[in-house]
């Protein structure tokens, strides 16, 4: 019998299988059970995530009461007073995510662990918030973000709010491995450890709402825009509605995205990266004459833009959006005086150069992470303890950002306002939109066209051939791509640059599957595979003399890795 045929015996026959599960298992094919089966679930760059389900390679009950037991294992190592701290334990609107939050509550209490669960659906943000807040020694967040409907994950934080890095995931991942039996799990308990854990809600919103409202720089502008806003169905719907409410701004609710729907019904997408996420926004943009669009992801830790330029919106790349909102918050420092001495920018190798240049422009100095926010929380952190340098802004170019630190992950709440902030102070004191002041940084910068291809790859037949992707391109050694030189690479699993016919290490990273191509015309090219989804994901920043020049490179570089990878359509 295969292995992939044991572990499906185990789960049908088992007498503690969830019955919810024994109708869906019984009606699989061979080619599901494949699927669910072939391997266990495991963490990403941003926890374990994957599509809801039976089986050991999905989202469920029992594996999540898996990764559970495991973290709690790792609680309980770090002694009773960590066990005392506890955990928060937040989510969103996903289907099975309250239900997933309750029960990671009780089997806390069941292994004598204190725990702090949200009454209803929040943002991630606020959860990484309720952890400082509330002194935990951690945090869980039930969500998938920005992947579709089918899906459902698993986030841990740490005492400090930040996504567990990979040194302390490793430990609970250990304990995770040891466990033989997600089936043998229960989160039953008794009346004297449901007292372990505590509903909370208002007490905790007032607080961070609070600490969103203190970001604003210029409070006292004219506030004179229209906002159309789209929670897509999600968890920013509350905090982003009631935070402009308060601070004054005129938003316009997308109302059919504004429902906590686990089927996105009103949506093509709840992925700000992609463009029906706007489709119903740009109605009502249109409808309302607005300045701007805001879109967020379920659990608002993403937020995109669009904006009204020369009669028409323009919807704004992460990359781009990211440079204006630290072009406005750095030359805001500057002019009230208020920039903090040895001050520091946070992005990641795979977003623009053209963040760096601006930060640059205006003395700060920037620092580059791997993909995923953790490792940006984690300096953070590392500063705000030191005192070395002092943060002053940081960013993905998949529209993740955090303007002030009191949040250790990416705030769609905080970047809503400050956008909204930016807009209405170019408006008003520059008679611009924020497309002119992106604008005027390609004027100053140079012009880049940032974009981002992601291949699909379903099941371990996906899986394999995405390995296989990055192996060949470590094995044939690029030395050009479409013909223009490739001046450096950075293989950062490997741990090694290459450049001028030298090889040297590669540091201040851990180990990850990424391979970077800098060309000799300023441009750049990424690939990786997406730890979140099926996917292997180009990028590309390319460098161009106008906007035409950089398109036109653009679609060449897609061309030649697309030849190059063996993946042309």
């Known amino acids: 019998m295969s292995v992939v045929e044991e572990r499906y015996e185990k789960w049908v026959n088992s007498p503690n299988l969830d019955e919810s599960y024994k109708e869906v298992l019984e009606s699989m094919n061979s080619e599901e059970k494949n699927d669910a089966f072939y391997t266990t679930i495991e963490f990403g760059t941003a926890g374990m995530r994957g599509l809801l389900g039976p089986g050991t390679n999905r989202i469920n009950l029992h594996t999540i009461r898996k990764a559970t037991q495991g973290f709690a294992d790792y609680i309980k190592e770090h002694g009773e007073k960590a066990c005392e701290e506890g955990i928060a334990i937040g989510y969103d609107n996903r289907h099975m995510s309250k239900e997933f939050a309750f029960d990671c509550a009780k089997l806390l ?36 973000s920005h992947n579709p409907k089918e899906y459902n994950g698993y986030k841990l934080y740490d005492e400090k709010g930040c996504q567990l890095i990979p040194s302390l995931a490793s430990q609970v991942i250990d304990k995770v491995n040891a466990i033989e039996d997600e089936l043998a799990i229960s989160s039953d308990i008794t009346p004297e450890q449901e007292v372990l854990y505590t509903v909370i809600g208002a007490d905790v919103d007032r607080p961070y709402y609070d600490a969103v409202e203190s970001i604003q720089l210029n409070p006292e502008v004219e506030k004179n825009i229209k906002i159309v806003f789209s929670p897509e169905h999600g968890t920013a719907n509350v905090p982003v509605r009631e935070i402009y409410k308060e601070t004054g701004y005129d938003v316009i609710p997308v109302l059919e995205q504004c429902t906590p729907d686990p089927d996105f019904s009103n949506t093509p997408t709840p992925n700000p990266e992609q463009p029906g996420a706007y489709e119903l926004a740009l109605k009502y943009a249109k409808d309302n004459d607005a300045d701007i669009i805001l879109v967020c992801d379920p659990d608002a830790d993403r937020m995109g833009v669009g904006v009204k330029h020369d009669g028409e919106y323009v919807v704004m790349t992460g990359n781009q959006s990211g440079a204006v909102l630290l072009e406005y918050i750095l030359s805001q420092l500057e002019e009230k ?33 791997l993909t995923g926010f953790k490792f940006i929380g984690e300096k953070v952190a590392k500063y705000e303890q030191s005192g070395e340098r002092n ?146 994901k180009f990028y590309y920043c390319v460098k161009g003399t106008d906007k035409a020049d950089a398109h036109d490179k653009t679609l060449k570089y897609q061309k030649a890795m697309a030849e190059i990878t063996g993946t042309a359509e």
Not at 118 to 136: D, I, K, M, N, Q
């Open 109 to 144: 209490a069941k292994n004598g662990i204190r725990s702090y669960v949200f009454e209803s659906l929040r943002p991630t943000p606020e959860l990484s918030f309720a952890v400082r807040h509330l002194g935990c020694f951690g945090g869980i967040m039930i969500t998938a």
């Open 391 to 536: 943060y002053v802004f940081g960013y993905e170019e998949s529209y993740g950002s955090l303007i002030k630190p009191f949040v250790r992950d990416k705030d769609a709440p905080q970047a809503c306002l400050m956008l909204a902030e930016a807009a209405s102070y170019y408006k008003n004191k520059e008679d611009k939109d924020l497309v002119d002041v992106l604008n005027d940084l390609y004027a100053k910068h140079g012009t880049y066209e940032e974009t981002q291809v992601a291949l699909s790859l379903e099941g371990e037949a996906g899986a394999n051939r995405i390995k296989q992707i990055l192996s060949d391109l470590r094995t044939d050694g690029l030395t050009e791509i479409a013909g223009v030189p490739v001046v450096r690479f950075e293989d950062y699993k490997e741990s090694v640059i290459k450049e001028d016919g030298k090889t040297e290490e590669l540091e201040g990273f851990v180990k990850s599957d990424v391979l970077k191509y800098y060309l000799e015309d300023g441009s750049w090219i990424a690939v990786r595979p997406s730890g979140t989804e099926p996917k292997c």
């Open 337 to 369: 005086g208020q920039m903090p001495t040895n001050p520091v920018m946070f992005n990641t190798v795979v977003t623009s150069d053209l963040g760096e240049k601006v930060a640059a422009d205006h003395g700060v100095a920037t620092e580059k992470t």
